[in-house]
């Protein structure tokens, strides 16, 4: 997308800033110069690093499913404002290990802006708990290039939040899962999608880095429930290796008709691989930790689908 095309613009939480690191490399370990102090440094590269945290919004959860997994299908669906997209991991044999590069602009300040370029997704995490919004943090490595921008910032959009008040889980052998919402204490999802870093610095790429592969992906997901008094289900299903599938999602407001701004979370296929029992508000909880497995209906270990107003990600 050109220079001009800002139509959006989202508030972050916490105090982090970017990270613009150079790499300099002194004479100090020459021989010949007649003493043993440096005289001299040279630029041998530049490294972006930028960590974000956001209320979770339909806007944001859409956003990282295409940026975060790399695959996304987008489509209007009956209304006439709200659009679905479907995320999914994106295939290394057809992206070449690559995923969706995209452009940040900052505004710190009336005064203060600045243009990231070429950043990807490290990794990310949505988490939800308690009566909170859901929750939002990602790392993104782009190619060391940054700039002071000059562009019109938009006003700030108003974002169109996620809630655990709006969340419900169902977990259980496929075409059998049980909803147990009233139970659920929080739940997290990890994507990493272990970046080639130190790769991306080759013959011809100059002082940035010229590309950022993805190496061998990994998903985590895991949550709590309070326990129940003769409850031993997840116990049960861990000591026989039982294969479950869980489905977790999550409603917010209205778009229009039968649409809401929504985001659902599938896993086909999982396993327990630790069941451990604590104590959280004077109740016991069962805090369920999964392995997650390749499913070939969807290509994938798990798919992400966001129903919002945006009507596409990726140009």
Wanted: charged share 25%; glycine share 8%; hydrophobic share 35%.
């Amino acid at each position: 997308m050109g220079d001009v095309d800002l139509t959006l613009a989202y508030p972050f939480k916490g105090p982090d800033i970017l990270e613009h690191t150079p790499e300099i490399i002194p004479d100090v370990d020459d021989i010949g110069k007649g003493h043993e102090w440096p005289t001299r440094q040279e630029l041998e590269r530049w490294d972006t690093k930028l960590k974000r945290s956001f209320d979770l919004t339909s806007f944001m959860a859409g956003w990282i499913g295409a940026f975060g997994l790399g695959a996304v299908n987008s489509a209007l669906v009956s209304t006439s404002l709200a659009y679905e997209h479907t995320c999914k991991f994106s295939d290394p044999a057809v992206d070449n290990h690559q995923l969706p590069i995209a452009t940040v602009v900052e505004r710190l300040s009336s005064g203060i802006k600045r243009k990231v370029r070429d950043l990807v997704v490290s990794d990310f995490t949505i988490e939800g708990s308690g009566k909170n919004r859901l929750s939002l943090e990602m790392n993104l490595v782009g190619s060391g290039f940054k700039e002071v921008s000059t562009l019109t910032m938009p006003t700030l959009t108003a974002g169109k939040f996620l809630r655990m008040s709006g969340t419900t889980l169902q977990v259980g052998i496929a075409g059998s899962e049980v909803d147990v919402s009233s139970r659920l204490k929080k739940w997290t999802l990890k994507v990493s999608n272990n970046l080639f870093e130190e790769d991306g610095y080759y013959p011809g790429s100059g002082l940035y880095r010229g590309r950022c592969l993805y190496g061998k992906r990994k998903v985590d997901f895991n949550f709590a429930l309070e326990l129940e008094e003769s409850d031993d289900v997840g116990l049960d299903h861990l000591e026989s290796g039982q294969e479950l599938k869980a489905i977790l999602s999550t409603t917010g407001d209205l778009i229009e008709d039968t649409s809401y701004h929504q985001l659902i979370l599938t896993i086909p296929k999982l396993k327990y691989s630790l069941v451990p029992i604590g104590i959280e508000d004077q109740k016991q909880v069962y805090s369920l930790e999964c392995n997650v497995f390749y499913d070939s209906g969807i290509s994938g270990p798990i798919e992400l689908k966001v129903t919002n107003t945006q009507a596409s990600y990726l140009a």
